[in-house]
């Protein structure tokens, strides 16, 4: 598996009109613009960070992951994503070396990335996801 870079932290808020004020007036990042993704009942908020970015999940069902992870966790750092070369080779070596996935195939994300999640469980504890941006 290739990894390229850190694509991306991501960081689950309550509210992203909220939390988008640290990241803008205190810290002096460029907000990137906002996206719904329905399938995955979040709106996401971005920030460059040199060639990676801070993504702020605001979940937009109760039943969503972002508001479980809040409910269990609370709010803050919820998972780190890799820019991988080729998304479907990297899933399925990690399936040959026994790793658990959540996503066993990619599905699209926001920007339209193909995207996919390893298991907290195999993971040491963080959430881990792979990301293919064309």
């Not at 009109?17 to 993704?37: A, H, I, M, P, R």
């Not at 890799?82 to 699209?108: H, N, S, T, Y």
């Amino acid at each position: 598996m290739e990894i390229l870079k850190i694509d991306h932290l991501g960081i689950a808020v309550n509210n992203i009109e909220d939390g988008k004020n640290f990241w803008t007036e205190v810290l002096g990042l460029q907000f990137e613009g906002s996206e719904t993704v329905e399938a995955q009942k979040v709106t996401t908020a971005f920030f460059p960070v040199g060639e990676s970015e801070v993504e702020l999940l605001e979940s937009t069902s109760p039943d969503g992951p972002v508001a479980k992870f809040i409910d269990k966790k609370g709010t803050g750092f919820q998972h780190v994503a890799f820019r991988v070369a080729d998304i479907e080779a990297a899933l399925e070596e990690l399936k040959e070396k026994g790793i658990q996935l959540i996503d066993q195939k990619p599905r699209i994300g926001a920007g339209g990335a193909k995207i996919a999640f390893l298991h907290p469980k195999a993971t040491g504890g963080v959430l881990v996801e792979l990301c293919e941006r064309s």
